[in-house]
């Protein structure tokens, strides 16, 4: 029989697409999308749907009695830049649905979870360069908190409650279909849309700051070879780093230059300048490629033809 999944925060930059690609795997009717408002008509037209607030315990178990749910993806979070302005409002919202499906784990009404954590959970006293899965872990954000105490529960379920919960480190997120909201990497997607509409860019990080990034595709690649590995080959249930490529402002804005030949870029950093410096520059995801074999496979070339082509 097929399994049933539930999709938290669906209708984010992730989660829509994620959805797509569960939906593509298992069927439209076994993939259940869920958020706290509704998605573009394409996602809503795609599949069942619920409205649903991850942090409400009774409405969640409802949901997930109602059809069944073996799998639960959360995807709903408040992300660095936003979670800056409202600490508390994060934390709750971070911390209280990661509990609410832990503990739906724990009371074995789910079999398995992913959670995504993220490049956050580093921090100004981690080495910048090739950032070890094991290293120095002292975030400077409340979402970097949020996900390092996140990861930290579960380990905890999975040791003391044996919950088969599944995770990786995402870097900056690159995508055409929903943009992002609220992150610090935000910019290297609406690049992408000013320099199809304007052919100019104020970039709110300076030059030189080069962070880990990766295209949809790969991400959501990874999201799917986590979850279907064998237990045997999960070694790591905090999260795993996971990597593909790294590049400063002033990269992304010449490999767009290559396709629009006029293309100029003007830097304001604000304060997302902050929350970008504490954070690695590239990341090891060695654990990741050996324990259930990762492989990426957009550059930034790659990365920078999809993007154009998809939006212009
Ligand atoms: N993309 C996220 C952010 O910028 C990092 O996980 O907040």
Excluded at 237 to 252: C, G, H, K
Aim: charged fraction near 20%; charge should be negative; proline fraction near 4%.
């Amino acid at each position: 029989m097929a399994k049933s999944i539930l999709i938290l925060g669906a209708c984010g930059q992730i989660g829509t697409e994620l959805t797509y690609a569960l939906r593509q795997k298992h069927g439209k009717d076994c993939v259940v999308a869920s958020d706290i408002r509704e998605g573009d008509a394409t996602l809503m037209a795609s599949g069942p749907f619920e409205l649903l607030d991850a942090t409400n315990y009774s409405a969640l178990e409802d949901v997930v009695m109602h059809y069944e749910i073996e799998e639960v993806y959360l995807m709903a979070a408040m992300l660095s830049a936003t979670a800056e302005k409202f600490p508390m409002r994060a934390w709750n919202l971070n911390m209280n649905s990661l509990f609410n499906v832990l503990n739906l784990a724990k009371e074995k009404k789910i079999s398995k979870i992913f959670w995504p954590s993220s490049i956050a959970v580093f921090g100004p006293n981690t080495p910048k360069e090739a950032t070890e899965q094991h290293t120095i872990m002292e975030p400077s954000t409340v979402y970097g908190i949020s996900k390092q105490s996140g990861e930290r529960w579960c380990q905890y379920y999975y040791e003391k409650y044996g919950v088969d919960v599944r995770s990786v480190r995402y870097p900056g997120l690159i995508s055409w279909k929903t943009q992002p909201g609220g992150g610090t990497t935000d910019y290297a997607v609406e690049i992408y849309h000013k320099a199809i509409e304007t052919q100019t860019y104020t970039c709110f990080l300076k030059k030189g700051t080069t962070l880990p990034m990766m295209f949809m595709d790969d991400a959501i690649k990874a999201t799917l070879a986590i979850m279907e590995a064998p237990e045997t080959q999960i070694k790591i249930r905090s999260s795993y780093n996971l990597a593909a490529i790294s590049f400063a402002p002033e990269e992304i804005a010449a490999s767009i230059a290559l396709h629009i030949t006029n293309f100029k870029m003007k830097y304001e950093p604000d304060f997302r300048q902050q929350i970008a410096d504490s954070w690695p520059s590239s990341i090891n995801d060695d654990s990741a490629r050996k324990d259930w074999g990762w492989q990426h496979s957009f550059d930034l070339e790659k990365t920078t033809k999809e993007m154009l082509t998809n939006l212009g």
